[in-house]
């Protein structure tokens, strides 16, 4: 029997929120027998009664660094069966351009891909003039503004064991990004109320380890902190294509960033391309 094109994992803790859009989306993606949750000891009935294949764990202390070794020894025995992994958090949303695929499937199936292939990850935001989310229409209909940041370019869709570092933002040792055609929407901040809530789980669970953690500010200060940055932020259309300068400029500053393990953001949030409009 030939290998499946690709497997999709997510570490999750009670994600009462955000785990079913990750299913719905990934179900669309790849087939939900094709998604694997490691669930680190939710008790709130979130991984319940669910299609997808579940990996139960009992509820410790969260370490990122413990955390990352074991999704990596869990993807790594996934090479089994699939040509490729990609590894997500729950409130991350990866698709391929549109303009090249409708699925993520393609990626497997492609050969001149690298074996570590980093997303270009932009955080959704909620704008003010934007109503609050309704969760059972795609977000992308319903959310007009993103702002790309390097720590979200993940190396996570691989074609072979990685060595992640905590909060899969980069790989232990050198390494230079190569980015596809595939991008990574964080949507934990698309809705003030959600990321209100959100916080309050994050200062409850805050990892070990970790000093100065974003996971300890608390929920008033995090939020207005959030909506007053993003009501500064300029503008700016940028249709996020191969070969548009803006683009091309902002990934190789992100390159440049995660080669030496820094981190980048861009000035201003960009108009989600109307091509994206239904993907998430």
Not at 209 to 220: A, E, F
Not at 232 to 251: S, Y
Not at 255 to 263: G, L, N
Request: with cysteine; hydrophobic share 40%; glycine share 4%.
């Amino acid at each position: 029997m030939e290998k499946q094109p690709l497997a999709v994992v997510t570490m999750a803790y009670n994600e009462t929120v955000l785990l079913p859009i990750w299913l719905r989306h990934y179900e669309r993606q790849v087939g939900l027998e094709h998604c694997y949750i490691i669930d680190h000891g939710s008790d709130d009935a979130s991984t319940k009664n669910i299609r997808a294949n579940i990996i139960r764990l009992p509820r410790t202390p969260m370490d990122e660094d413990a955390r990352a070794a074991a999704v990596r020894d869990f993807c790594s025995a996934l090479f089994l069966g699939y040509n490729r992994v990609l590894y997500t958090d729950a409130d991350e949303l990866v698709v391929p351009d549109p303009n090249v695929s409708p699925t993520l499937k393609y990626c497997a199936a492609t050969q001149n891909l690298p074996r570590v292939l980093t997303l270009f990850g932009v955080d959704v935001v909620h704008v003010a003039e934007e109503a609050q989310i309704d969760l059972s229409v795609p977000i992308s209909h319903q959310r007009q503004f993103a702002r790309p940041i390097s720590t979200l370019c993940k190396p996570t869709l691989i074609a072979g064991r990685i060595d992640w570092m905590h909060g899969f933002h980069c790989i232990t040792g050198h390494h230079r990004p190569s980015f596809g055609d595939i991008f990574l929407f964080h949507i934990a901040h698309c809705d003030i109320d959600i990321l209100y809530e959100r916080q309050k789980k994050r200062n409850a669970t805050a990892p070990i380890g970790l000093q100065h953690s974003h996971h300890t500010i608390t929920p008033d200060v995090f939020v207005n902190h959030i909506r007053s940055e993003v009501a500064l932020l300029p503008r700016r259309d940028v249709q996020m294509r191969k070969g548009e300068p803006h683009f091309e400029r902002t990934k190789l500053r992100f390159s440049d960033a995660i080669e030496r393990k820094d981190w980048s953001v861009e000035p201003d949030l960009w108009r989600i391309p109307a091509r994206f409009a239904g993907a998430f």
